[in-house]
Structure formats: C-alpha cells, structure tokens
C-alpha cells in the first residue's frame, strides 16, 4: 500500500501534506490550486477561512429550496457547506444507483458554485447523521463481510458507491473550477477501527480523480485513534464536538460534554473543527425549541469564540445549519422522529432564528477580517478581575491581536466590569471591559481596518467595507454597555457625530471614541491622513439587521430586509434579491444612486450618512384552505393475493439468528422500508392456545396481529436482540390468547401480522451486531402449527421518490397516496376497527409568486392509540406519533403544489371513530420575496 501510496505521489495523483495539490492537467481557466500549511487552507496560494455548516440535501426533497437554503446560509457569512452525501439514498439495491430528480447531487454542486461556497465534500461510505443504517443502504446488512472494515464483501460494496460518487464530487473540485475544497473519508471512525479500510477509502479517491486535501472528523475531541498519523492518516485530522450534549430538557446546564475547544492534531495542517455542535438532537423528546435554547446564541457566544481563540481553527463545520426532514423511512430510530429540525439557526421550515443572527454577527467578523487566518497563541492582557478570562492569538505578518474575554468559569453569569492592561501594537492601554451574562467577546487590537488603523475597540468588529474609497465600518456590543474604539491618525481628524450619543478626543496620535451601544449610533471621520470613515456603533440586534453582499464591485453593506439573497451592481444601479416579513425601512450602503429590489425600483433620497434609504413593503397575508370533503378506504389485513413472496428460509446473513425458522427477516426477502405485511398459513389443531411472536421493529415501532380475521391485539417491536441464547432473545414479544372455537381441527387457518419497520441501527461502533441487527418477525410459534409463511412489502416502483418513500402497506403497493384517485373511495364510516384505515382530500395552495410561505400539517387532539403516515402528493411527509413528540409536519414547496392530494394512512391499535383525524395547514412563515425562489 505505502508504495502504491509513493506511486501516486509521483504520479501527481496525491500529494504529501503540506504541499500545494496539483490542479487538473487540462488548463482551464478557472482551475485553481489548492494548499495548506498549519495554518490554513490555501487557493492559489492565499488563506481562506473555511467557515462552513452542515446542511443535508437529502432531508430536503426539494431541489428548488435547496438554493433558498444555501442562500440563507451564505446570506449570514459563511464562505462553505459541508455536505453529507447518503449512500442509501441513491441506492435502492446492489448496482442500482440514481442521482436525479431530488437525488440529482450535481445540480447541488453546481449551486454552490454559482453561489461561490466551498463544499467539505462528505461521501462517507458511513455518515451516522441519524439517518437509516448511518447512511448505509438496507441492502448492505445482506452482505458478507463486517461493514466498515477492509472485508472483502464490505469492500465491494462500498466501492460500488465511491465508484459513481467520487467522479461527481471529482469534477467539481475547486481544482477543476469548481467548489470541493476538501473532502471527509469516513466519519468518526473510532471503535473497532481497521486501519486497512482508512488507507484503501483514500486510494479509492485518489483513483477516482480527488485531488484535494483529504480530512476526516474524528470523534469525541479526537480522543479515539484519530488518524494524524500512522496507516490510514489523512492530510487534515478533525475534530467533532458537541460540549452541550444533547439534554434539550435541561438547556441551562452547560459544557456536560466539556470544554469545546478543538484540539490541534497535526502540526503541518490546520486546526479543523469538523462538527462543531450548532444544534441537537432531541433525544428526550423536549421539542425542538429546547434543543436551540440549549445551543443558543449565549452558548454560540462563549463557546463558538472561546473555541476560535482557544484552538485558532480556520476551518468550521456547524453541524447544523439547517437541519430538514428527515422524511419518509430517512429516520435512524433509536435517536430522532420525522423532524430533524436539530434546534438549527435556520428552522425546518426555513425560518431565521436569533441563533442565525449569532452566525451572522461572527460569521462576517470571521471571515472580513483577514489576519485571522493565520494566527499563534499570544500572551493575553491581563484583566484586574481574576474573574474574567482572558486569552489571545496574533497573527504573525500583521501581528493583528485578538483577544477572547469572558468569565473564568464559563457557565457564570454575573455582570463583571473591569480593565485589562492590552500591550497592543501600537502601545500599552488599559481597556474597559465588561461580561455581563454568558457571554464572550473577540476584541481586537492592531488592525489595518480598510484605509484606518484600529489601535483596540472594546466593541467587537461586524465587518466593514469600502465604498466610493470610503470605509464604512459596523461595530456593535450589548445593548446598555459602554464602548471604546481608538483609532489612529497623523493629524486631528474630524469627527460629526450623525446620530446617537458618542464623544470624542484626540491626544495628537490617538482618536478615542466613547459610547453607550444602543440602537444605531454613525459618525463620520475624515482628515487625520487618512480616507473617510463612516463608523457605524450597534447593539446586537442593530448589528443583525445588517446584511454584507459581495458585488462585481466589491462588497455592499444593507440594512433591513428579512434576508439578502443577492446582491449586483448594473451601472449605478444596485440590484438585490432580498425578502421582507414586514414593512420596512432598506438602507444600502453601495457605489449607487438607484436601487432595484425583486425587481422593481425603489425610491431612495440620500442620507447624511451617505446611504440611499427606501422602504419595502411586507407580505400580503395569505390564508390557507380548511381541509375537508374527507374520503375513506379500509386496508384489511394481509389483503389481497398478489405480490407476496414465500418466506421459507433457513439461513441468513446477519448475524444475529432468529429465534424460529424459517428467517423471517423481511431485509432477507428484498423489503427494507417501512411496514411489511406476513401471512402464516397452517392446518389448525383445534388446541392452539396462544400465538407467540416476536418482532424487532427499532425503537417506537409496533405490530399488529390477526388470526382469521379476528384481531388478536398488538404488541411493541423489539430493538434488538443478541446472536447468542440465553441473553437478549426474546425481543418485541407479544403472547396472544387464541379466542375459543377460533380454529378448529383440520382446518385452514391464517395468520396476519403487520410490523412497521422503523428505520434500520446505525453503525456508528463498526459492530454488525448493531447494524445487521433484523427488522419484521424474530419468532413466531402457534401450538404446533407448521405455518407457511409469506412476506409483502413495498414494491420499489417509485422512481421520483425513491426507496425510502413508501412500504408494504397494500394502499401504498396500490397507489392510494398517490396524486389522481386510484380506485373507490367512500364516505368515512362511524367507526373504525384495529388495523389501517386511508383517508384522502384534495386542497388547493394559492401563494402569490412573489411570496414564501412555509406551511405545515398540524395534528389537532385525539385520543387513541395510532400513527399516521402523511402523503402529500405522494411524497411521504412523516410519521405522527399520538402523544409523540411532533404535531407540524413541514410541506416543502415542490412538494406541495398549486392542487394538491393529501392521504393519511392511520393504523390504529383499537377502534376509534371514523372521521379523520383532526388535521389542518398552518402557516409557519410569510416573506416578501420578490419573484418565486429559485
Ligand atoms: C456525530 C456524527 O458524526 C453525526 O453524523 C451526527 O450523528 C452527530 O454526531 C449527532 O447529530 S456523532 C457524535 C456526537 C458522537
């Protein structure tokens, strides 16, 4: 392998760490070289900060919105994405593999190229994610050969799935003009690792023509073998961290998971905060809200800038940024329900929460100002008040200082003042400081900020620009708090204060300006030897109505608008794409004198200081429809005689044998998703006293049992069994009474079972006894009975929707959750029995064009025990739980259209009435948008 490794290395294939990686042979015009040092990453030689999220395109089954996300998500700063990519979603079945439609990963790609966002490119073959089998196909636990391990049968597989993967993100690599910057082998590969594995997934890809730098996030702050050395190394170690957990019932306790500060792990790479925990996953069913309190903009404040300062990272994957859908049988059971909403910065329904503007307001520090990228720890000033913490990096060309401020004891939240005596660049100063709350600051010292030179600011740095060779810089603090800036200038430059209260004095060096932030304060300073300045003072949430866009003609700043998705220059015209939730002032600071927002011209006057200021109208208000004219059709068990197929195994794959033969596994007969119908046919004895069975279905699922007709009763799936008796074999048992006179001797009998499969284990310990584990029936014994067994589940015809999209339900085989009718329907009866009752109505969604409105299913209350599966047009929208945690079931545009069909198949455990469940649309958002998203 070493020399197979060396060969490559001379080839050009791959490159030792630390040197530049060759681009493409073919010249093209944008191909570009990509590098790095212990520093940064490098293009063409200059340092880039990769400040990147997560964002999964596989929970949003909509292409058309994927841009509306990545928008947001560049909209707040960030200069990359870090993208999943899922194996089992492309791939319903060996050498099957589809990347159109919602799965079309290119037209992905290419949207983050028009956007100009790197992509860390994250094939797997394993991802965890939360999402079935870790990523992995169903169809891999039939294989031979342990699942992330060099095993021959493994092997194979996954290099059918690297083999169409790798290409694709192959082309689109930054090299090749395109926005792959990095690419992630694995995914926190640390329990029963195969160091073999690690080596032959990067050979793969530098056969297949990856050509950047290879990474790789390592768990658990890289406390496990963590691949910076050694067989199976990778160029970049990262590091994954979640300080918070993932106790949303309890988001006031901090740092349960420690301290969050991404350790180095190579000396000739730089510092990769792989997965930096932005969100959570609900656990505890708390709700999704609890889960963003937990990670809130407080906790985004101390432990996001505590990490920058403490690690000097200059390459960040928040996982996440926007967390979606998990959709149809996308769920991995045993941790999350059909929302992965993940408490994000932007919701499930594509809403911007105050975590968002905490982005915003660091991702534009993070990535304006430029000394960041290269910096060394520093020797910190000294606060007067031991408790503040104070801790400092500077970069070593500019020797630019930044300094992190906070409570010693991060989880404190007393309001301290003190000074910190600062050796700046440009002499010795004691600072005012102040840390009221959980809170954290970067100060910095020593910064040629455009034409200006910064000494210190006790403020923290939004971004500034250049306009019209005027700087125009946005600082901003806490509402309420004191704020010092000092700038310095050859001679007295003038200063006009426009609007708040901020006084000034020159010492003949030094211009110092003292202020209270609160709302928006402006001056403007000119003369002193230098360009003008406008100085723009806020608080928190002034500095977050801010929006920076970059132009053809460098970078514009607005205020106002609910988002910015684009922003150009057309002569003197600044042309944006922007949103609004309300009525409202926009101020744009840009080298224009006319302003065009979706489209139409805005009438602006000229402020004092320098901007156009016009005003946006808000949304009209939109109402949904009412949902009625309900239909009804009953799925009786086990109905219908086509589609089945014989279950009559006695040997399976995984490696955890069934209690009962034959194997009744139904991943062994082809059905991986969603629920599955068996029938048990035998020769009664007239004896049968019970029907004994067992099911593992994952975590919440259930099953239902009948025995010629007559419903016996339901039972809870199992979650797991153990391979070897006496331990753990007897999962999901469900033991049922055999109602007297029920068979008689010598006759057919049948039994009917319907068992939801939940979603399939991940893998995350690289244990097949986790992953293989089997879904359907584990055991079945009926007195003596030698029973026939046949299994059905879904048929896998749906192209555009894909595997995971529907089961064995007989409506689904037969289309009633499909758009335009299929079959009889009638009106619901009085009640219903145990078992699957349909029920469909037709609704019309009638958004104006130029408006984005979010909308949701709600499930009202109702007593009984039952799910429901929501099919919107088609497209499986979730799982409702009663009494489970979700009620709104997000419709994604694209999904939802102009007339739409919406079916609920509800499989109840007991009688209930027979009018539909009580449901209803609400909307979770309304924005101006100017034209339809693109
Ligand atoms: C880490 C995984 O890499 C990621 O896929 C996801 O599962 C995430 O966490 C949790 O949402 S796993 C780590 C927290 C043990």
């Known amino acids: 392998m070493r020399m197979v490794l060396a060969l490559l290395m001379v080839l050009g294939l791959v490159v030792a760490p630390g040197a530049a990686v060759n681009a493409a042979p073919v010249a093209q015009a944008r191909e570009h070289k990509v590098g790095y040092d212990k520093y940064s990453l490098t293009v063409d030689g200059e340092r880039i900060m990769v400040w990147s999220g997560e964002f999964h395109y596989f929970r949003l089954p909509s292409p058309e ?58 094939p797997g073959p394993y991802i965890n994610a939360e999402t079935t089998g870790g990523g992995f196909p169903a169809w891999l636990k039939n294989v031979d050969g342990r699942a992330r391990s060099s095993d021959p049968g493994y092997t194979a597989a996954y290099r059918e799935w690297l083999g169409r993967i790798n290409p694709i993100l192959a082309r689109h690599q930054v090299t090749r003009g395109g926005s792959v910057i990095a690419y992630n082998a694995e995914n926190e590969y640390g329990a029963n690792v195969d160091p073999l594995y690690m080596e032959q997934l990067q050979e793969k890809a530098r056969a297949d023509g990856i050509d950047v730098p290879i990474v790789h996030n390592n768990c ?19 590091v994954d961290d979640y300080p918070q957990s993932f106790n949303c019932p309890d988001p006031g306790t901090w740092g349960t998971w420690g301290e969050g500060v991404t350790r180095r792990l190579r000396d000739d790479a730089p510092v990769y905060a792989a997965e930096y925990q ?19 903009p407080d906790y985004m404040k101390v432990y996001y800038k505590s990490n920058a300062i403490g690690s000097g990272a200059t390459m960040f994957g928040y996982y996440m940024l926007y967390g979606g859908t998990s959709w149809g049988w996308l769920p991995q059971p045993n941790d999350v329900y059909t929302s992965y909403d993940y408490g994000a910065a932007i919701t499930e329904s594509r809403g911007l929460t105050t975590k968002y503007d905490e982005f915003k307001r660091q991702g534009y520090f993070m990535t304006t100002v430029a000394p960041l990228r290269k910096t060394d720890p520093a020797a910190a000033p000294k606060p007067s008040d031991p408790a503040v913490f104070t801790q400092a990096r500077s970069n070593p060309d500019t020797r630019t200082q930044f300094v992190l401020v906070r409570h010693t004891d991060r ?36 910064y040629d900020l455009g034409g200006q030179r910064l000494v210190w600011s006790n403020s923290e740095i939004l971004t500034h620009v250049t306009v019209d060779g005027r700087d125009v810089a946005m600082l901003y603090g806490r509402e309420g708090e004191q704020g010092s800036t000092v700038l310095r200038y050859s001679s007295a430059p003038d200063v006009r204060v426009l609007e708040g209260d901020v006084r000034s004095s020159f010492d003949g060096k030094d211009l110092r300006l003292d202020y209270t932030h609160s709302g928006l304060a402006r001056g403007l300073v000119s003369g002193g030897g230098r360009p003008p300045m406008l100085l723009l003072l806020g608080t928190d949430e002034t500095a977050a109505r801010f ?64 901007s156009l ?46 209690k009962t033969l034959p194997v009744l596994y139904s991943d062994d007969y082809g059905y991986h998703h969603g629920n599955v119908w068996y029938r048990g046919d035998f020769t009664a004895e007239g004896t049968e006293k019970t029907v004994s069975l067992n099911a593992i279905t994952g975590k919440g699922g259930s099953y239902l049992v009948w025995l010629n007709g007559r419903y016996l009763g339901s039972a809870l799936g199992g979650t797991q069994a153990d391979s070897e008796a006496p331990v753990n074999r007897d999962p999901g048992r469900g033991d049922f009474p055999v109602p007297e006179g029920l068979l008689a001797k010598g006759k057919p009998a049948r039994l009917s079972v319907l068992v939801t499969n939940m979603g399939h284990n991940d893998d995350w310990t690289a244990d097949d006894t986790r ?32 595997p995971l999209n529907t089961g064995g339900l007989y409506g689904e085989r037969e289309g009633w959750h499909l758009p335009g009718g299929h079959g009889r329907w009638e009106r619901p009866p009085a009640t219903t029995g145990p078992g699957v009752s349909w029920y469909r109505t037709d609704f019309r969604f009638d958004a ?87």
Not at 86 to 99: K, L, M, N, Q, R
């Open 65 to 122: 919105l994927w841009r509306d996300v990545l928008e947001k998500i560049r909209a707040a700063g960030f200069t990359g994405v870090s993208l999943y990519f899922h194996w089992g979603y492309h791939s319903p079945a060996p050498g099957v593999y589809d990347f159109s439609g919602v799965r079309d990963v290119e037209r992905l790609l290419r949207m983050t190229e028009e956007l100009g966002l790197y992509v860390i490119a994250r």
């Open 220 to 238: 658990c702050n890289g406390d496990l073998p963590n691949w910076s050395s050694g067989q199976g190394a990778v160029q970049i170690p990262g």
């Open 278 to 296: 932005a969100g959570a996953i609900d656990l505890n069913n708390a709700g999704y809200e609890k889960c963003r309190e937990l990670t809130g």
């Open 411 to 446: 989880r404190a939240s007393s309001d301290l003042s003190t000074t910190v005596d600062w050796a700046t660049p440009d002499g010795n100063y004691s600072v005012p400081v102040r840390v009221n709350g959980r809170d954290a600051k970067i100060l910095v010292a020593g």
């Open 547 to 610: 929006w920076r866009m970059d132009t053809g003609a460098g970078p514009v700043l607005v205020r106002g608008t609910s988002v910015v998705r684009d922003a150009k220059m057309a002569g003197d015209k600044l042309v944006l794409r922007a949103d609004t939730d309300a009525p409202g002032d926009v101020e744009v600071f840009a080298p224009a004198r006319r302003l065009v927002v979706g489209g139409k011209h805005v009438e602006t006057r000229r402020t004092p200081s320098g």
């Open 613 to 658: 200021l016009g005003a946006l109208p808000g949304p009209r208000a939109v109402t949904l429809p009412a949902l009625s004219d309900w239909r009804y059709r009953a799925e009786p068990p086990a109905f219908g005689d086509t589609g089945w197929t014989v279950a009559d195994r006695t040997t399976t794959a995984s490696p955890i044998k069934p």
């Open 771 to 802: 992953f293989k584990q089997p879904r359907g029936l584990f055991g079945a014994v009926i007195g003596d009975a030698k029973v026939s067994w046949q299994i059905r589940g879904a048929r896998d015809n749906d192209v555009e929707r894909g």
């Open 848 to 934: 104006p064009r130029d408006q984005d409105v979010s909308v949701a299913l709600r499930f009202g209350e109702r007593a009984g025990k039952y799910r429901v599966f929501v099919f919107v047009n088609g497209w499986n929208m979730g799982q409702y739980v009663n009494g489970g945690p979700q009620r709104d079931f997000v419709l994604p545009a694209g999904v939802l259209k102009t007339a739409n069909s919406l079916s609920l198949a509800v499989v109840s455990t007991e009688p209930g009435p027979g009018a539909p469940v009580p449901v209803s649309l609400v909307q979770l958002g309304n924005h101006r948008t100017g034209g339809p998203l693109r």
